[in-house]
C-alpha cells in the first residue's frame, strides 16, 4: 500500500499508508495513520491537537515552488 498525505486547508498533514515513525530516541511509534502538526503550536508534536484552530493558522493547501533554485 502506497503512502498518501493529505493537507487539510489551514490544518494538518494526514499521513496513510504502510509507514514508520520514529521518535527521537529512535523507538518506532506503533501507527497506521496520522493528523501531523503544521502550525508548529501542537503540544502533542509532531502530532496535530487542534490548535491551528484556535490560533488562526492560515497555510497553503498546495505545495508552492521556490523561486529560486539552490545550487547542488
Do not use: W
Not at 521518535?23 to 491551528?52: M, W, Y
Amino acid at each position: 500500500m502506497a503512502i498518501t498525505i493529505k493537507i487539510r486547508e489551514n490544518g494538518p498533514y494526514f499521513v496513510e499508508g504502510e509507514f514508520r515513525l520514529v521518535d527521537a530516541q529512535g523507538n518506532e511509534v506503533p501507527i497506521k495513520k496520522a493528523a501531523l502538526c503544521r502550525c508548529g503550536g501542537s503540544t502533542t508534536k509532531p502530532f496535530c491537537d487542534g490548535t491551528h484552530s484556535k490560533i488562526g493558522f492560515q497555510g497553503a493547501i498546495a505545495a508552492v515552488e521556490s523561486a529560486e533554485k539552490k545550487d547542488s
